[in-house]
């Protein structure tokens, strides 16, 4: 259904276009995997803001590449459709026409290579009529079980340029999973390496698209008050959390072959640890950045049996009544076995062992029916001294927490401590806040924008390199092998729309006072 009211907007030749660095260069975007999920929700309505912001060049094209048989319109409409429900600007008439207009369909089997040799005949009129000057980005939006398959059947296409920049460049995008395990990851790292360079290869991580994640470093590096304050000497300890308030939501197969730690640990949580942990890069280029998230990586102290079984807790959700809704346990949902053993809830206790970060542990935590939906990361500083405050008759002072809020309201709080008002000295704390959306007016754009320009203008600073995934598997791998050797705790072990099971709070206050902070 098509909205009755249309946002304000200026014509497209009123509006300002962007500096020139920023605008894609022209290519043909084939996504493999058009008429799938992600494509709908996420990859088309991206790149319809992308052109509505001018972004795109005029010599872009998008083919969407399918099994199912429908011809350029029906993608088309179908497409529209897509934007209409899930852009964060709906359907405009005039950026639509002209939008439409860049995108095409190709049906065909992922095995078969007369779907490919069509795939050609479509790419090469493109470039002569559109001018996408032989460029080509492949999006895998398939699920990994393809990845393989598409990408030896590209090169066996003559689809694939040995080059990874200037007229005539091949890139290909992979969506997570990456692996499931170190060796597979390893092994698709190796098929993908054989057909593409390192640096064709583009394994995306949609959370570092997010404004506030980019802004981790900028927030750090560009302000000199907190670089000084981020090390050991002054901070206690960090506390990363990615919460769910839903539960496997029709995905119950998939998530009897992930659980939450490959689902989300090895990939999101990691990320935002190294980004918080790493040293200043010595410029913002892909490489110096991407050198120093692996350098914490090889930083992270390895994990015998016996510390995952003292510094991981794992769980599994049961069900719950929360107010007027009954919630059922993850056995229940569907695609799931009923005596599963999969974990929807894993805390961990992590420590970098490097010069900066000596000494100071930092909590992960992630799960599905948590009680709301939020990612923040929250450094807690050390507490100062009491004695000044406690002759005052104080209680105990409460410490500074920066917290970095990374969705669903994106932006960044600092609390500390006040003087109330009153004749005597009561201290109470008190926040400063940003938020994004205060701030800037507009909410940020989606993730896969930026990730997507990034892609086509050949910037791979957002997106992890090789070595990072396999550094990454490394440290996870240990986990999930000790968990294989020993049986998990009994599950369900919390309840739907609690915090996680009672170990995690153990795991946190064990030698010290120290509590998971209750997102606001």
Same mark, same amino acid.
């Given at each position: 259904?098509?909205?009755?009211?249309?946002?304000?907007?200026?014509?497209?030749?009123?509006?300002?276009?962007?500096?020139?660095?920023?605008?894609?260069?022209?290519?043909?975007?084939?996504?493999?995997?058009?008429?799938?999920?992600?494509?709908?929700?996420?990859?088309?309505?991206?790149?319809?803001?992308?052109? #509505?912001?001018?972004? &795109?060049?005029?010599?872009?094209?998008?083919?969407?590449?399918?099994?199912?048989?429908?011809? @350029?319109?029906?993608?088309?409409?179908?497409?529209? /459709?897509?934007?209409?429900?899930?852009?964060?600007?709906?359907?405009?008439?005039?950026?639509?026409?002209?939008?439409?207009?860049?995108? @095409?369909?190709?049906?065909?089997?992922?095995?078969?290579?007369?779907?490919?040799?069509?795939?050609?005949?479509?790419?090469?009129?493109?470039?002569?009529?559109?001018?996408?000057?032989?460029?080509?980005? *492949?999006?895998?939006?398939?699920?990994?079980?393809?990845?393989?398959?598409?990408?030896?059947?590209?090169?066996?296409?003559? &689809?694939?340029?040995?080059?990874?920049?200037? !007229?005539?460049?091949? !890139?290909?995008?992979?969506?997570?999973?990456?692996?499931? %395990?170190?060796?597979?990851?390893?092994?698709?790292?190796?098929?993908?390496?054989?057909? +593409?360079?390192?640096?064709?290869?583009?394994?995306?991580? @949609?959370?570092?698209?997010?404004?506030?994640?980019?802004?981790?470093?900028?927030?750090?590096?560009?302000?000199?008050?907190?670089?000084?304050?981020?090390?050991?000497?002054?901070?206690?300890?960090?506390?990363?959390?990615?919460?769910?308030?839903?539960?496997?939501?029709?995905?119950?197969? *998939?998530?009897?072959?992930?659980?939450?730690?490959?689902?989300?640990?090895?990939?999101?949580?990691?990320?935002?640890?190294?980004?918080? /942990?790493?040293?200043?890069?010595?410029?913002?280029?892909? %490489?110096?950045?991407?050198?120093?998230?692996?350098?914490?990586?090889?930083?992270?102290?390895?994990?015998?049996?016996?510390?995952? %079984?003292?510094?991981?807790?794992?769980?599994? *959700?049961?069900?719950?009544?929360?107010?007027?809704?009954?919630?059922?346990?993850?056995?229940?949902?569907?695609?799931?076995?009923?005596?599963?053993?999969?974990?929807?809830?894993?805390?961990?206790?992590?420590?970098?062992?490097? #010069?900066?970060?000596?000494?100071?542990?930092? +909590?992960?935590?992630?799960?599905?029916?948590?009680?709301?939906?939020?990612?923040?990361?929250?450094? @807690?500083?050390?507490?100062?001294?009491?004695?000044?405050?406690?002759?005052?008759?104080?209680?105990?002072?409460?410490?500074?927490?920066?917290?970095?809020?990374?969705?669903?309201? =994106?932006?960044?709080?600092?609390?500390?401590?006040?003087?109330?008002?009153?004749?005597?000295?009561?201290?109470?704390?008190?926040?400063?806040?940003?938020?994004?959306?205060?701030?800037?007016?507009?909410?940020?754009?989606?993730?896969? =924008?930026?990730?997507?320009?990034?892609?086509?203008?050949?910037?791979?600073?957002? +997106?992890?390199?090789?070595?990072?995934?396999?550094?990454? #598997?490394?440290?996870?791998?240990?986990?999930?092998?000790?968990?294989?050797?020993?049986?998990?705790? =009994?599950?369900?072990?919390?309840?739907?729309?609690?915090?996680?099971? =009672?170990?995690?709070?153990?795991?946190?206050?064990?030698?010290?006072?120290?509590?998971?902070?209750?997102?606001?």
């Amino acid at each position: 259904m098509r909205p009755k009211e249309l946002p304000e907007r200026r014509t497209r030749e009123a509006e300002p276009p962007p500096p020139v660095e920023r605008r894609a260069q022209p290519c043909a975007m084939v996504v493999f995997g058009a008429s799938g999920d992600l494509t709908r929700r996420k990859l088309i309505p991206a790149i319809y803001n992308l052109d #509505w912001d001018h972004l &795109l060049a005029p010599g872009f094209a998008l083919v969407g590449y399918a099994r199912q048989p429908r011809d @350029h319109h029906q993608f088309r409409q179908e497409m529209l /459709a897509a934007v209409d429900r899930h852009s964060r600007r709906p359907g405009d008439p005039l950026t639509w026409e002209s939008f439409a207009k860049r995108l @095409h369909y190709c049906s065909g089997e992922y095995d078969d290579p007369k779907g490919y040799a069509q795939l050609a005949d479509l790419l090469a009129d493109l470039d002569r009529r559109l001018g996408t000057e032989g460029n080509r980005l *492949y999006y895998l939006a398939t699920p990994p079980s393809l990845v393989p398959t598409i990408i030896t059947r590209l090169k066996e296409a003559g &689809l694939v340029s040995p080059r990874a920049s200037g !007229r005539g460049w091949s !890139r290909v995008v992979v969506e997570k999973p990456f692996g499931r %395990d170190l060796d597979s990851a390893m092994a698709l790292n190796q098929l993908l390496t054989a057909v +593409f360079r390192e640096d064709q290869v583009y394994r995306i991580d @949609h959370y570092l698209g997010k404004e506030t994640v980019q802004n981790i470093l900028v927030f750090r590096l560009g302000n000199g008050v907190f670089e000084p304050l981020w090390n050991h000497h002054h901070v206690d300890h960090v506390q990363i959390t990615v919460g769910e308030s839903l539960g496997v939501e029709g995905r119950g197969h *998939y998530f009897e072959e992930a659980g939450i730690l490959r689902d989300m640990v090895q990939n999101h949580l990691i990320q935002l640890l190294t980004l918080v /942990a790493m040293e200043p890069p010595a410029a913002f280029e892909a %490489d110096a950045v991407r050198d120093e998230k692996v350098k914490v990586l090889k930083a992270l102290r390895p994990l015998t049996d016996e510390d995952v %079984d003292r510094l991981v807790v794992r769980g599994q *959700y049961g069900k719950a009544r929360v107010g007027d809704q009954t919630f059922p346990g993850y056995r229940e949902e569907p695609g799931v076995a009923p005596d599963s053993s999969i974990e929807t809830f894993v805390a961990l206790t992590v420590h970098i062992d490097n #010069w900066r970060w000596a000494g100071v542990p930092f +909590f992960l935590r992630a799960g599905k029916r948590l009680p709301k939906r939020v990612t923040e990361i929250a450094i @807690h500083f050390k507490r100062v001294p009491y004695a000044l405050f406690r002759s005052a008759g104080c209680g105990a002072l409460e410490p500074n927490v920066l917290t970095l809020r990374i969705q669903p309201d =994106e932006g960044i709080s600092l609390g500390f401590g006040s003087k109330a008002p009153g004749p005597t000295i009561r201290i109470d704390q008190v926040q400063m806040d940003f938020r994004h959306a205060a701030a800037f007016g507009d909410a940020p754009p989606d993730a896969y =924008e930026r990730l997507i320009l990034d892609s086509i203008a050949g910037d791979s600073t957002l +997106f992890a390199r090789g070595d990072e995934v396999k550094c990454a #598997w490394s440290f996870i791998t240990s986990i999930l092998d000790a968990w294989g050797r020993h049986p998990p705790p =009994e599950f369900p072990n919390y309840a739907a729309g609690t915090w996680g099971p =009672e170990a995690a709070d153990a795991l946190i206050r064990r030698g010290g006072t120290r509590s998971w902070r209750e997102p606001s």
